[in-house]
Nanobody
Framework: QVQLVESGGGLVQPGGSLRLSCAAS????????MGWYRQAPGKQRELVAR???????GYADSVKGRFTITRDSAKNTVYLQMNSLKPEDTAVYYC???????????WGQGTQVTVSS
């Protein structure tokens, strides 16, 4: 059983910052990658950022230079630092964990990020 607990969402003004956290717990022996996805109303879920077990990172073009994904491997925790937020960043943000051992793909419950003045 694997659980993901997200925190850090909220309401912020345009240009502001937020930091999301996602802590994974349970039967975790080998992680492939952890990442953040988002889904805005009426839109499909999209990848925002991901970080592999080797530390490689990838970002959606829309957030490059503004968002940074990091991890604490000892705590199985991933963070998303979001700066220079825009109204179009408003969405529910979901944490994703992809395991190698045991194999599996897990999702957090989602945290709302609203960027509005």
């Amino acid at each position: 059983q694997v659980q993901l607990v997200e925190s850090g969402g909220g309401l912020v003004q345009p240009g502001g910052s937020l930091r999301l956290s996602c802590a994974a717990s349970g039967t975790i022996f080998s992680i492939n990658a952890m990442g953040w996805y988002r889904q805005a109303p009426g839109k499909q879920r999209e990848l925002v950022a991901r970080i592999t077990s080797g530390g490689s990172t990838g970002y959606a073009d829309s957030v490059k230079g503004r968002f940074t994904i990091t991890r604490d491997s000892a705590k199985n925790t991933v963070y998303l630092q979001m700066n220079s937020l825009k109204p179009e960043d408003t969405a529910v943000y979901y944490c994703n964990l992809r395991l190698v051992i045991p194999p599996g793909d897990y999702w957090g419950q989602g945290t709302q990020v609203t960027v509005s003045s």
